[in-house]
């Protein structure tokens, strides 16, 4: 619990520093192949203005857009056990690691920091795909672990943001057991009757989906983001049949009594924001507010009386 | 307006006087006496009609099409209403309706079965018979209601749990028990409202509840009077005769101490003024919800389960 000590007197991360992007820049919109402006995507969250695809993002572009005001802090995770196996294939673990680490100026696929929404406190644990197909780990057990125990010392709910293509082989077993070890961090923030929900984004799958992020008082999902446990093309390759369009996208899994609610990007903030206040900010009997009942004109008082 | 076959004579009236409406000019004075005279005409009838309407009568009241269904109560009663889906297991079913939202300005869990407005929408809840996943889907949101410490109102309105062979497959019976199971096991308030028809075990299955309120023409009965005519008087024609025998109306089930309180209706029932039955049920609904805001969880629960304990001991004199 040494990261805890961390809390208290939190060193405050510089945020990932905006890698230098040239205005010119274009991006292709995987699904609808336009062209777009890298700075008009940014202003777009990342969703195409073409055909409304909500593409992946960066971590810092997700916590900017989920936080009241942009306004939060990183936690420093701690230090655990690196590369356990010593694994190697064609490439050393540790090498691929540092790979990452350069090309995402992180030190592993999760990221974790803390602030409001809605104005409800929350610790919010998002995953980075870009680092590893955003693999879990020791690393990223870790950082669900201290996300859950800094929502419990903080009396906060907790948001986790999974991106991930599942465990990461390079740790063997014990990327299998962070599949437990995550349900037990959450099980804890469950226990406290803390609010727990997950924002399921494209892809969702594996042993994530197969652990926590399945486990959350309320599911809610990006778009057209890919959740399921095997991956489509090994179930193709098993049953010798093609797929139905739309299989394991977030609509198939609404539809298919899975996630609460499938929310456009724009909408995540302000969703996550009421859903909090009526988890959180409950209010009692017979408290009147102004925004209670919304009685048709028909019912409004008469002038004077 | 639909109206219903004991109706005719108001229907007739009531045309009259839109014809009159329409008509222009010539002697306005005169029209407008007409008018008026024939509307207390209308408002007598009505109120001798709907004063002393038969079970068999209420039946049809309760299923009128432009009855104020759970959609109406949320849409005017319920604000910040943010819906949740699914049972996590098999589908959502959009028979049962749920999710968190305020009632004057309380967080609260609404759950209530829908049946739909027109043909698209009735298809899409299935006219408001839900399979298990809807009952599945129901205890999940009981549940998440009881560990937040959010009240939970439920809004009855099925003609029954939707009997189908993919429904028995995938365990009708043990959906709906669980359901009751749940509603008997929260600990916190569970307010239940029986707007229109409260049909057997798929009305009970949200329906176990701290406080039970029943609209003054709905009905909650163990059977469709269709379906006790055909077999207890092999016959479906005798529907009539069986909606009375099951003495299926709130003002009977009070007696039988089945229902707490009754709803008073707008003249006419709900559906000539869907806004006047909403807010009459929602000052019901706030009373209710403020006695049961004093009581303890465990209280709440234990009280819950000895009402139920005792179904069965007031018969009708
Ligand atoms: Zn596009």
Redesign the interface.
Request: charged letters at 20%; aromatic letters at 2%; zero cysteines.
């Given at each position: 619990m040494n990261w805890l000590t961390n809390f208290v007197r939190p060193k405050i991360q510089s945020l990932v520093r905006p890698r230098e992007v040239p205005d010119n820049l274009w991006d292709k919109c995987p699904q609808c192949g336009h062209m777009i402006f890298h700075r008009d995507l940014a202003k777009t969250l990342w969703v195409c203005a073409h055909c409304d695809h909500h593409m992946r993002m960066s971590v810092k572009a997700r916590l900017d857009m989920l936080f009241d005001g942009a306004a939060y802090q990183r936690i420093e995770l701690p230090k655990g056990l690196v590369d356990p196996l010593k694994f190697r294939d064609s490439k050393r673990y540790t090498d691929r690691l540092k790979d990452s680490q350069a090309k995402t100026n992180e030190q592993d696929a999760v990221v974790v920091a803390h602030g409001r929404v809605g104005g409800v406190p929350v610790v919010v644990a998002a995953f980075n795909f870009a680092f590893m197909g955003g693999s879990m780990g020791i690393a990223v057990g870790d950082g669900i672990v201290a996300a859950a125990e800094l929502a419990v010392l903080q009396d906060a709910a907790l948001i986790v943001v999974p991106a991930s293509g599942g465990a990461r082989m390079q740790e063997g077993i014990l990327s299998l057991m962070q599949m437990a070890r995550t349900t037990v961090a959450v099980a804890k923030v469950?226990e406290k009757?803390l609010?727990f929900i997950v924002l399921l984004t494209d892809p969702t799958t594996g042993g994530v989906s197969a652990s926590f992020a399945?486990l959350g008082?309320?599911?809610i999902a990006e778009p057209g983001a890919v959740i399921g446990f095997a991956g489509a093309r090994v179930i193709e390759t098993t049953i010798r049949e093609k797929l139905p369009p739309g299989f394991q996208r977030a609509e198939y899994l609404?539809?298919?009594?899975?996630?609460?609610?499938v929310v456009h990007r724009h909408k995540l903030a302000e969703?996550l924001g009421?859903?909090l206040?009526?988890?959180r900010?409950?209010?009692?009997?017979?408290?009147?507010?102004p925004?209670?009942?919304?009685?048709?004109d028909?019912?409004e008082a008469e002038p004077g009386v | 307006m639909n109206f219903l076959d004991f109706e005719k004579p108001i229907a007739e009236l009531e045309g009259k006087i839109e014809e009159l409406r329409h008509l222009s000019d010539s002697d306005e004075i005169n029209i407008a006496e007409e008018i008026n005279r024939l509307q207390v005409k209308v408002d007598r009838l009505l109120r001798a009609s709907y004063g002393k309407l038969t079970p068999w009568q209420k039946t049809q009241v309760a299923r009128h099409p432009d009855r104020p269904h759970a959609s109406d109560y949320i849409e005017r009663l319920v604000s910040d209403f943010t819906p949740l889906a699914g049972d996590r297991c098999f589908a959502e079913d959009k028979a049962i309706l749920g999710g968190l939202g305020r009632f004057r300005g309380q967080s609260v869990m609404v759950i209530g079965h829908e049946k739909g407005r027109d043909t698209e929408s009735r298809v899409r809840h299935n006219f408001g018979m839900a399979r298990p996943e809807g009952y599945r889907k129901a205890r999940r949101l009981m549940e998440m209601a009881d560990h937040f410490s959010i009240p939970v109102i439920t809004f009855v309105d099925t003609a029954g749990a939707y009997p189908g062979v993919d429904a028995e497959a995938r365990g009708q019976a043990e959906a709906i028990a669980r359901s009751i199971e749940t509603c008997l096991d929260i600990r916190v308030p569970l307010l239940s409202v029986i707007i229109g028809e409260g049909g057997s075990g798929g009305a009970i299955a949200l329906a176990a509840g701290n406080t039970i309120l029943m609209l003054e023409h709905s009905i909650y009965s163990v059977i469709s009077p269709e379906g006790c005519a055909s077999i207890l008087w092999r016959s479906g024609d005798a529907a009539k005769d069986a909606a009375e025998a099951l003495h299926l109306t709130a003002q009977d089930l009070q007696r039988l101490a089945v229902i707490d309180d009754i709803v008073p209706e707008p003249l006419g029932g709900a559906h000539r003024n869907p806004e006047l039955a909403i807010t009459s049920v929602a000052e019901h609904m706030d009373r209710a919800l403020k006695s049961l805001a004093l009581v303890e969880g465990g209280v709440l629960r234990a009280r819950r389960r000895d009402k139920f304990l005792e179904m069965g001991k007031i018969g009708l004199p």
């Open positions: 469950r009757g609010p399945m008082d309320i599911h609404l539809e298919n009594g899975m996630v609460d609610m969703t009421r859903t206040g009526l988890l900010h409950r209010g009692a009997a017979g408290q009147l507010l925004i209670a009942v919304d009685l048709p028909s019912f | -």
